[in-house]
T-cell receptor
């Protein structure tokens, strides 16, 4: 079956540090890959996505590249801010259409000033 | 735009009773809605997919008679937990897909259910 594995948290960094949150997946076919962010008390919001191999998704300074050879979609940001503190979920859509998502467990990111 | 709401945000009920959770797309029409369940420190697990006007499709292992899903309009889906038990206590999250071609899912803020 399909699965997503992401690094466990919490991850605590100082402001302006470099961020990497690892995500690897198992899926049949060619899934679409996503990173969602959940701020306290809010619903999940799409942060970025990639739909095919070697695509790079980017948004708000965050980037992730779809690596088919390593089945990975690691999230990176060059300089984090306190406002980036949230829970980050890696997810995949194996069907490519109006299908439910398979999520990782989420990584709680804490940025200290 | 693309806001999804859930009501209630939290609910406490006694064992054996039923509780209904609503999921609404506020500013778009949702042809498909999804219901997820999240345990503490666990990932979101897809429970079922509901399409407006048709029966929901449940994931393997999800009891359809216990978790009743109704998607009666393009802006509302409901999840009813029937004869609730303490093990049904969880965080329930819905999402919705609009009528566009992107299939992007918009998530509600979730409903915390506690069964005593």
């Amino acid at each position: 079956g399909n699965s997503v594995t992401q690094m466990e948290g919490p991850v605590t960094l100082s402001e302006e540090a470099f961020l990497t949150i690892n995500c690897t997946y198992t899926a049949t076919g060619y899934p679409s890959l996503f990173w969602y962010v959940q701020y306290p008390g809010e619903g999940l919001q799409l942060l970025l996505k990639a739909t095919k191999a070697d695509d790079k998704g980017s948004n708000k300074g965050f980037e992730a590249t779809y690596r088919k050879e390593t089945t990975s979609f690691h999230l990176e940001k060059g300089s984090v801010q306190v406002s980036d503190s949230a829970v980050y979920f890696c997810a995949l859509n194996a069907g490519g259409g109006a299908d439910g998502l398979t999520f990782g467990k989420g990584t709680h990111l804490i940025i200290q000033p | 735009g693309a806001v999804v709401s859930q009501h209630p945000s939290w609910v406490i009920c006694k064992s054996g009773t039923s509780v209904k959770i609503e999921c609404r797309s506020l500013d778009f029409q949702a042809t498909t809605m999804f219901w997820y369940r999240q345990f503490p420190k666990q990932s979101l697990m897809l429970m079922a997919t509901s399409n407006e006007g048709s029966k929901a499709t449940y994931e393997q292992g999800v009891e359809k008679d216990k978790f009743l899903i109704n998607h009666a309009s393009l802006t509302l889906s409901t999840l009813t937990v029937t004869s609730a038990h303490p093990e049904d206590s969880s965080f329930y999250i819905c999402s919705a897909i609009g009528t566009g071609a992107s299939y992007e899912q918009y998530f509600g803020p979730g409903t915390r259910l506690t069964v005593t």
